[in-house]
């Protein structure tokens, strides 16, 4: 069968045969026993009601060695034997070329050069899933494959729920992930559902289809350090970036620290995934001896450096070690998956990596006890380097909170932590450390608009690629010459940046690209594009942004840290946002509890655009985008946040339309 017919059979009438388990692969870690055997009996029956009742009595002894072997059932059997990767947007079979576009962003998602654990559906952050089994993933491209501009499917945590009669305006589809009840919100609760094969983790791009690779996480990073250092009056070079994790968000930070210009060491547990970053290019270089290590800083150090190192151990160990030394740290941070503590987001010192894998399926309680544990440790040895200079941020993975609830010196001595019943932090709760947000994304970047705004060429050609980041210079180099003193800096960060991404050889899988741009910035470059694809230069775009943005997630520990007008712990912006986008013109939507900050800690929104070079596509990018970024500002604007004031302000003048409340401000005086 080619391509296309594979796509149209959706689950194959006759079944494929089993598929050997391929230890090349990363793969995800064993998942906790947590099913009764009455609920391993329903997860058998919910996975058997995707395929014809004459196939049950082979599937099932299959289905329950998955269950019993994994902890979930993927479906191994029925993953697709062609490979994975964007085709461009012609290879796809279907009747809507918005439906195309969005396989070509499904099967990219699921790119092996681009997914963290891809024959377990999950693209990054450990557990952030595209589908939680291979039915779904054959089910849904089948439904995209048939199609009309006047349907829309709906995705209920990777279930394609099935194809229901809408209009050409509307999205062609509509995909939620994890939207439980609330007081069914814990961890427990994910892993039992999940388990059940009725809710998944979307992390916050994975579901959402929209996922480009560490391409999106290193720019991110790149703004991030580039203003750590401005935010300690320190220039890069020579500088020193301690921080972990190069699993769930690829090697961003490495290769972050290369384009800003210091020394970046980056400690990571697993030697597969720590050797695929480094074949990648993402790190330049990987120690296993502290006492190399040590001596190969200081070298760069006293060679003004610019190089990136993955140290294969512990990180508590890496800063134990350089507090003995006297190694001074400039930027320190944490980017492990703690969010996901339990599940290998986060791994104990003193445990080899098999054996901590071993005991997380094996002894649970005890594994939670050993990551507590060096939870503690990892922040005593952090206040150690801070008390000697070290800037610490928290990168948004929860570190500090999942810090906290292990016991660790983390909390403000005036703090006063209000937990819920549930044992989760309460409204009282502050750290003494600042979020990244709080500090520095926040304050500079998005109070004023400016957040990840990105686009793929579904031609697939590098050429194309090339085209639209010319396009995005010229835009942007236009609207830095009147641009506002208040927003220069972000305007030639992205500038730099935009101009440099072809040479740091940042694509993974889709020819995509990504950089900060605010409302005037994003509706420009995509105008801009629309005419190009019009005047048939480039092939059709898609749009999206990550959700890390200015307005599509509400979460009190990242992107909404910076409110403090006691909302941070509301979701009503998050929940707007996706509506307010599903009727101005997105192709597709999605909204999800859980991120990077943990199920039940955030609600995030997100979307997908295709620009076809149309009057009507110029319609939509003009009204959603608009939308998309000021709905954010006004809300911090009326949180008080001064930039987002400004910015709501500069935006209501350009568009009569729009009208927004704003605060009035109160003399402190008055309250004492």
Not at 249 to 260: E, V
Not at 287 to 310: F, G
């Amino acid at each position: 069968m080619t391509f296309q017919e594979q796509i149209q059979q959706g689950i194959p009438f006759i079944l494929p045969q089993p598929k050997p388990f391929d230890a090349n692969i990363n793969h995800a870690p064993k998942r906790k026993e947590i099913l009764t055997e009455e609920e391993k009996k329903l997860a058998l029956r919910n996975a058997l009601r995707y395929f014809e009742p004459k196939h049950h009595e082979e599937l099932l002894p299959e289905f329950r060695n998955e269950l019993e072997t994994y902890g979930r059932i993927y479906m191994y059997r029925f993953r697709p034997d062609y490979k994975m990767y964007a085709r461009p947007i012609s290879e796809y079979p279907g009747k809507s070329e918005q439906a195309k576009a969005i396989m070509l962003m499904i099967q990219n998602n699921l790119d092996y050069a681009v997914a963290q654990h891809p024959h377990e559906l999950i693209t990054y952050g450990g557990n952030g899933a595209v589908f939680q089994n291979w039915a779904q993933y054959l089910l849904t491209m089948k439904y995209l494959s048939e199609m009309t501009d006047e349907q829309t499917l709906t995705m209920y945590s990777g279930h394609p729920m099935g194809l229901f009669p809408s209009h050409k305006d509307a999205p062609r589809v509509v995909v939620t992930n994890g939207m439980v009840i609330p007081n069914y919100s814990q961890p427990n609760d994910w892993e039992r559902m999940n388990a059940l094969g009725v809710s998944q983790y979307g992390q916050m791009t994975a579901g959402s289809y929209m996922y480009i690779g560490p391409q999106g996480i290193v720019h991110g990073t790149t703004i991030t350090v580039l203003n750590g250092f401005r935010k300690i009056k320190r220039s890069p070079k020579r500088g020193l970036f301690v921080t972990s994790g190069l699993g769930g968000m690829s090697g961003a930070q490495p290769k972050a620290g290369n384009i800003a210009g210091c020394i970046t060491v980056c400690a990571e547990v697993n030697p597969k995934i720590t050797h695929i970053r480094h074949s990648q290019g993402w790190i330049n270089e990987i120690i296993e001896n502290l006492d190399e290590l040590v001596q190969r800083v200081n070298l760069a150090k006293a060679n003004n450096e610019t190089v990136s190192i993955a140290y294969l151990g512990n990180v508590v160990d890496l800063w134990e070690r350089f507090n003995e030394e006297n190694l001074y740290i400039d930027l320190g941070s944490d980017q492990t998956s703690l969010h996901n503590p339990w599940a290998g987001g986060y791994y104990p010192v003193g445990v080899s990596f098999e054996e901590a894998n071993a005991m997380m399926a094996n002894n649970p309680d005890l594994f939670k006890e050993k990551v507590q544990e060096t939870l503690r440790r990892h922040a005593a040895a952090i206040n150690k380097h801070t008390a000697k200079g070290t800037y610490f941020f928290d990168y948004g993975n929860a570190f500090l909170l999942e810090a906290s609830r292990a016991g660790a010196d983390v909390l403000k001595e005036e703090s006063i932590a209000f937990p819920s019943p549930s044992g989760r932090a309460g409204v009282g709760i502050d750290f003494k450390y600042p979020s990244y947000v709080q500090d520095i994304m926040g304050p500079m970047c998005f109070d004023y608009g400016f957040g990840p705004f990105r686009w793929v060429c579904t031609s697939g050609k590098p050429e194309d690629l090339a085209k639209t980041d010319t396009i995005a210079s010229q835009v942007l180099e236009e609207m830095a010459k009147t641009a506002p003193i208040e927003i220069q800096q972000q305007m030639q960060d992205n500038i730099q940046w935009i101009k440099g991404a072809q040479e740091n050889k940042l694509v993974v899988g889709s020819q995509a690209r990504i950089l900060y741009a605010d409302a005037e910035g994003r509706m420009k470059i995509a105008e801009a594009f629309n005419q190009a694809i019009a005047k048939g230069e480039i092939g059709a775009v898609v749009l999206g942004r990550d959700h890390h943005d200015v307005s599509g997630t509400d979460s009190p520990y990242r992107e909404t840290s910076n409110i403090y007008d006691g909302s941070r712990f509301t979701a009503d912006m998050a929940i707007q946002n996706v509506i307010g986008d599903s009727f101005r013109g997105a192709t597709w939507v999605s909204i999800h509890n859980g991120g990077g900050v943990g199920w039940g800690e955030v609600i995030n929104g997100g979307f997908g655009m295709v620009l076809d070079g149309t009057p009507e596509a110029s319609r939509r990018l003009t009204s959603m985008l608009f939308w998309d970024v000021n709905n954010g500002i006004s809300r911090r604007s009326w949180a008080r946040n001064e930039g987002a004031v400004f910015a709501i302000k500069r935006a209501m003048e350009v568009e009569p339309l729009l009208k927004v409340t704003l605060p009035n401000l109160v003399d402190d005086e008055l309250l004492k």
